[in-house]
């Protein structure tokens, strides 16, 4: 079946360090590819998408390239925040179908000033 | 951006009552809602899926006689927790899915659900 794999976290990192959350999926036909965010004690937002292959989505200083080659859409921001602490989770879902995404299991940021 | 909400935001309620929670799609007609439950750090379960005029598909093992799901109209579901338990307090989230056809899934903000 369809898969998300995502790095391990806590990822901790100093304020204005580089940020890369790798995420590799494995599914069937061509899905559409999201990030979203969770902050404490709140719901998800989507943070950015993309729908087809070598598609770059991008959304307040996140980027994330839809890979087919490698199966993999990596989550990057240039220099993060210490706002930016959060639980990022990767999702796909399949076009066509039931629209149920599959979720990776969450990748903990912590960003310390 | 499509806005979803959930009421309340925060529920304490005492062993075997019951707990309704509303989600809306405020700004799109919604014809599927998915319910998720959320353990602490851990990601989403999906619970069900909400289709406006017709019965909620269940994921296995959720018990559909305990989480009460309708949704009656294009804008809003809800799940009802009968008879709630300790074991069922945890973070439950809706999403819905815009009915123009995207794929893109806008999430409520969550619903803190504890019983005492």
């Known amino acids: 079946g369809d898969s998300v794999t995502q790095m391990e976290g806590p990822v901790t990192l100093s304020e204005e360090a580089f940020l890369t959350i790798n995420c590799t999926y494995t599914?069937?036909?061509?899905?559409?590819l999201f990030w979203y965010v969770q902050y404490p004690g709140e719901g998800l937002q989507l943070l950015l998408k993309?729908?087809?292959?070598?598609d770059k989505g991008s959304n307040k200083g996140f980027e994330a390239t839809y890979r087919k080659e490698t199966t993999s859409f990596h989550l990057e921001k240039g220099s993060v925040q210490v706002s930016d602490s959060a639980v990022y989770f990767c999702a796909l879902i399949k076009s066509g179908g039931s629209y149920i995404p599959t979720f990776g299991r969450g990748t903990s940021l912590i960003v310390h000033p | 951006g499509a806005v979803v909400s959930q009421h309340p935001s925060r529920v304490i309620c005492k062993s075997g009552t019951s707990v309704k929670i509303e989600c809306r799609s405020l700004?799109?007609?919604?014809?599927?809602m998915f319910w998720y439950r959320q353990f602490p750090k851990q990601s989403l379960m999906l619970m069900a899926t909400?289709?406006?005029?017709?019965?909620?598909?269940?994921e296995q093992g959720v018990e559909k006689d305990k989480f009460l799901i309708n949704h009656a109209s294009l804008t809003l579901s809800t799940l009802t927790v009968t008879s709630a338990h300790p074991e069922d307090s945890s973070f439950y989230i809706c999403s819905a899915r815009d009915s123009k056809g995207t794929d893109t899934q806008y999430f409520g903000p969550g619903t803190r659900l504890t019983v005492l």
């Open positions: 909400s289709n406006e005029g017709s019965k909620a598909t269940y």
């Open positions: 700004d799109f007609q919604a014809t599927t």
């Open positions: 599914a069937t036909g061509y899905p559409s």
């Open positions: 993309a729908t087809k292959a070598d």
